[in-house]
Protein backbone atom coordinates (compact mmCIF):
# COMPACT_ATOMS: atom_id res chain seq x y z
CA UNK A 1 0.00 0.00 0.00
CA UNK A 2 1.01 3.31 -0.79
CA UNK A 3 1.10 5.99 2.02
CA UNK A 4 2.04 9.32 1.63
CA UNK A 5 3.01 11.46 4.73
CA UNK A 6 2.23 15.35 4.66
CA UNK A 7 3.27 17.47 7.07
CA UNK A 8 3.13 20.13 8.49
CA UNK A 9 -0.44 19.39 8.95
CA UNK A 10 -1.30 23.19 10.30
CA UNK A 11 0.72 26.44 9.00
CA UNK A 12 -0.06 29.79 10.37
CA UNK A 13 1.77 32.54 9.37
CA UNK A 14 1.89 36.14 8.67
CA UNK A 15 1.34 37.66 5.03
CA UNK A 16 4.82 38.32 3.47
CA UNK A 17 6.43 35.15 5.03
CA UNK A 18 8.19 32.10 2.97
CA UNK A 19 6.82 28.65 3.88
CA UNK A 20 7.10 24.88 2.76
CA UNK A 21 5.10 22.25 2.93
CA UNK A 22 6.40 18.57 2.32
CA UNK A 23 5.21 15.43 0.69
CA UNK A 24 7.33 11.76 1.79
CA UNK A 25 6.41 8.09 0.60
CA UNK A 26 8.64 5.14 1.09
CA UNK A 27 7.08 4.03 -2.35
CA UNK A 28 8.20 5.33 -5.80
CA UNK A 29 5.59 7.37 -7.98
CA UNK A 30 5.00 8.21 -11.28
CA UNK A 31 3.69 11.15 -10.51
CA UNK A 32 2.98 13.69 -8.20
CA UNK A 33 -0.19 16.41 -7.67
CA UNK A 34 -0.76 19.02 -5.84
CA UNK A 35 -4.08 20.52 -4.83
CA UNK A 36 -5.35 23.09 -3.18
CA UNK A 37 -8.91 23.08 -1.60
CA UNK A 38 -10.88 26.29 0.04
CA UNK A 39 -13.90 25.60 2.22
CA UNK A 40 -17.04 24.31 0.41
CA UNK A 41 -15.29 23.31 -2.73
CA UNK A 42 -13.23 20.54 -4.27
CA UNK A 43 -9.99 19.90 -5.04
CA UNK A 44 -8.25 22.30 -7.53
CA UNK A 45 -5.58 20.87 -9.06
CA UNK A 46 -2.10 23.18 -8.87
CA UNK A 47 0.40 21.51 -10.66
CA UNK A 48 1.73 17.55 -11.63
CA UNK A 49 5.56 16.71 -11.45
CA UNK A 50 6.46 13.81 -13.08
CA UNK A 51 10.21 13.28 -13.76
CA UNK A 52 12.57 12.91 -10.82
CA UNK A 53 14.26 16.49 -9.77
CA UNK A 54 11.71 18.54 -12.02
CA UNK A 55 11.39 21.82 -10.59
CA UNK A 56 7.93 23.89 -11.64
CA UNK A 57 7.48 27.44 -10.82
CA UNK A 58 3.47 28.81 -10.68
CA UNK A 59 3.55 32.69 -9.91
CA UNK A 60 4.96 32.33 -6.05
CA UNK A 61 4.64 28.84 -5.77
CA UNK A 62 7.50 26.12 -6.36
CA UNK A 63 7.12 22.55 -6.73
CA UNK A 64 9.19 20.17 -6.49
CA UNK A 65 9.42 16.27 -7.61
CA UNK A 66 12.35 13.88 -5.20
CA UNK A 67 15.04 12.63 -8.13
CA UNK A 68 13.55 9.25 -6.76
CA UNK A 69 10.49 10.40 -7.41
CA UNK A 70 9.61 9.51 -3.59
CA UNK A 71 8.62 13.52 -1.75
CA UNK A 72 7.76 16.66 -3.20
CA UNK A 73 7.89 20.19 -1.59
CA UNK A 74 5.53 23.00 -2.49
CA UNK A 75 7.10 26.50 -1.44
CA UNK A 76 5.41 29.63 -1.60
CA UNK A 77 7.20 33.23 -1.36
CA UNK A 78 5.93 35.83 0.11
CA UNK A 79 2.55 34.22 1.31
CA UNK A 80 -0.45 36.30 0.91
CA UNK A 81 -4.19 35.95 2.61
CA UNK A 82 -5.31 34.58 -0.23
CA UNK A 83 -2.95 31.37 -0.30
CA UNK A 84 -5.18 30.27 2.88
CA UNK A 85 -6.28 26.96 1.78
CA UNK A 86 -5.66 22.63 2.07
CA UNK A 87 -2.84 21.92 0.16
CA UNK A 88 -3.16 18.26 -1.15
CA UNK A 89 -0.43 16.25 -2.26
CA UNK A 90 -1.37 12.79 -4.05
CA UNK A 91 0.85 10.41 -6.11
CA UNK A 92 -0.13 8.11 -8.53
CA UNK A 93 1.63 4.56 -9.17
CA UNK A 94 2.51 2.85 -12.97
CA UNK A 95 -0.67 0.91 -13.14
CA UNK A 96 -2.61 2.28 -10.88
CA UNK A 97 -5.80 3.49 -13.57
CA UNK A 98 -6.31 6.62 -12.45
CA UNK A 99 -6.24 6.11 -8.75
CA UNK A 100 -4.54 8.32 -6.90
CA UNK A 101 -3.16 8.06 -3.20
CA UNK A 102 -3.69 11.55 -1.08
CA UNK A 103 -1.54 13.09 1.72
CA UNK A 104 -3.32 14.10 4.76
CA UNK A 105 -3.57 17.63 4.10
CA UNK A 106 -1.80 20.77 5.25
CA UNK A 107 -4.10 23.28 6.03
CA UNK A 108 -2.43 26.73 5.50
CA UNK A 109 -3.67 30.24 7.23
CA UNK A 110 -1.83 33.09 6.39
CA UNK A 111 -2.89 36.31 8.39
CA UNK A 112 -3.01 40.05 7.03
CA UNK B 1 -20.35 26.80 -17.00
CA UNK B 2 -19.69 24.26 -14.10
CA UNK B 3 -17.25 21.66 -15.04
CA UNK B 4 -18.15 18.61 -12.65
CA UNK B 5 -21.50 19.52 -10.65
CA UNK B 6 -22.69 17.28 -7.58
CA UNK B 7 -26.58 17.12 -6.09
CA UNK B 8 -27.62 17.65 -3.42
CA UNK B 9 -24.71 20.21 -1.73
CA UNK B 10 -25.50 18.78 1.86
CA UNK B 11 -27.91 16.04 2.67
CA UNK B 12 -29.06 15.69 6.09
CA UNK B 13 -30.52 12.11 6.71
CA UNK B 14 -31.17 9.46 9.25
CA UNK B 15 -29.55 6.23 10.68
CA UNK B 16 -31.19 3.33 8.40
CA UNK B 17 -31.76 5.21 5.31
CA UNK B 18 -31.09 5.26 1.99
CA UNK B 19 -29.76 7.87 -0.33
CA UNK B 20 -28.05 9.04 -3.34
CA UNK B 21 -25.60 11.69 -4.60
CA UNK B 22 -25.60 12.57 -8.39
CA UNK B 23 -22.41 13.25 -10.41
CA UNK B 24 -22.48 14.84 -13.98
CA UNK B 25 -19.49 16.48 -15.63
CA UNK B 26 -19.56 18.42 -18.91
CA UNK B 27 -15.53 18.22 -20.04
CA UNK B 28 -15.80 15.01 -22.20
CA UNK B 29 -13.88 12.98 -19.95
CA UNK B 30 -14.54 9.23 -20.05
CA UNK B 31 -13.15 8.23 -16.77
CA UNK B 32 -15.69 9.28 -13.00
CA UNK B 33 -14.33 9.00 -9.64
CA UNK B 34 -15.97 9.04 -6.17
CA UNK B 35 -13.84 10.21 -3.35
CA UNK B 36 -14.67 10.01 0.31
CA UNK B 37 -13.08 13.19 2.48
CA UNK B 38 -13.27 12.47 6.65
CA UNK B 39 -13.19 14.79 9.17
CA UNK B 40 -9.87 14.82 8.72
CA UNK B 41 -9.57 16.18 5.68
CA UNK B 42 -8.17 13.02 4.21
CA UNK B 43 -9.29 12.31 0.84
CA UNK B 44 -9.84 8.54 -0.10
CA UNK B 45 -10.92 6.99 -3.34
CA UNK B 46 -13.88 4.38 -3.24
CA UNK B 47 -14.53 3.71 -6.92
CA UNK B 48 -13.89 5.11 -10.38
CA UNK B 49 -15.60 4.24 -14.11
CA UNK B 50 -14.32 4.64 -17.27
CA UNK B 51 -16.73 4.61 -20.68
CA UNK B 52 -19.40 3.53 -17.62
CA UNK B 53 -17.17 -0.02 -16.60
CA UNK B 54 -16.34 -0.59 -13.27
CA UNK B 55 -12.31 -0.37 -12.83
CA UNK B 56 -11.52 0.91 -9.02
CA UNK B 57 -13.52 -0.62 -6.46
CA UNK B 58 -11.74 0.36 -3.31
CA UNK B 59 -12.85 -1.91 0.52
CA UNK B 60 -16.16 0.10 0.02
CA UNK B 61 -18.94 -1.43 1.98
CA UNK B 62 -21.34 -3.20 -0.30
CA UNK B 63 -24.11 -1.03 0.83
CA UNK B 64 -22.67 1.55 -1.68
CA UNK B 65 -23.36 1.15 -5.38
CA UNK B 66 -22.42 3.38 -7.65
CA UNK B 67 -23.84 3.23 -11.65
CA UNK B 68 -22.98 5.31 -14.37
CA UNK B 69 -25.50 5.64 -16.74
CA UNK B 70 -23.69 6.75 -19.38
CA UNK B 71 -19.52 8.48 -19.32
CA UNK B 72 -21.03 11.76 -18.37
CA UNK B 73 -22.83 11.02 -15.16
CA UNK B 74 -21.44 8.65 -11.97
CA UNK B 75 -23.94 8.39 -9.41
CA UNK B 76 -23.55 7.21 -5.86
CA UNK B 77 -26.66 5.27 -3.92
CA UNK B 78 -25.73 4.17 -0.38
CA UNK B 79 -28.33 1.83 1.75
CA UNK B 80 -28.87 1.52 5.37
CA UNK B 81 -26.62 4.91 6.42
CA UNK B 82 -24.18 4.60 9.42
CA UNK B 83 -23.47 7.53 11.35
CA UNK B 84 -19.47 6.61 10.19
CA UNK B 85 -21.01 7.72 6.52
CA UNK B 86 -20.93 10.99 7.64
CA UNK B 87 -17.81 12.84 5.52
CA UNK B 88 -18.17 15.30 2.02
CA UNK B 89 -17.99 13.32 -1.05
CA UNK B 90 -16.41 14.22 -3.88
CA UNK B 91 -17.18 13.33 -7.61
CA UNK B 92 -14.46 13.66 -9.67
CA UNK B 93 -13.55 13.28 -13.54
CA UNK B 94 -10.39 12.73 -15.96
CA UNK B 95 -9.39 12.08 -19.75
CA UNK B 96 -8.61 8.89 -19.45
CA UNK B 97 -6.58 7.52 -16.39
CA UNK B 98 -4.74 10.77 -16.13
CA UNK B 99 -3.60 11.60 -13.10
CA UNK B 100 -5.16 15.47 -13.60
CA UNK B 101 -8.23 15.14 -11.76
CA UNK B 102 -10.79 17.78 -11.56
CA UNK B 103 -13.11 17.98 -8.83
CA UNK B 104 -16.83 18.52 -8.07
CA UNK B 105 -17.68 20.62 -5.15
CA UNK B 106 -18.73 17.44 -2.62
CA UNK B 107 -21.64 16.35 -0.90
CA UNK B 108 -21.67 16.76 2.98
CA UNK B 109 -23.79 13.85 4.03
CA UNK B 110 -24.85 14.16 7.71
CA UNK B 111 -26.09 10.65 9.40
CA UNK B 112 -28.05 12.03 12.38
Known amino acids: TQLLEQSPQFLSIQEGENLTVYCNSS?????LQWYRQEPGEGPVLLVT?????EVKKLKRLTFQFGDARKDSSLHITAAQPGDTGLYLCAGAGGTSYGKLTFGQGTILTVHP | DTAVSQTPKYLVTQMGNDKSIKCEQN?????MYWYKQDSKKFLKIMFSYNNKELIINETVPNRFSPKSPDKAHLNLHINSLELGDSAVYFC???????????FGPGTRLTVT
Open chain 1, 49 to 53: VVTGG
Open chain 2, 92 to 102: ASSVGYSWEQY
Open chain 1, 27 to 31: SVFSS
Open chain 2, 27 to 31: LGHDT
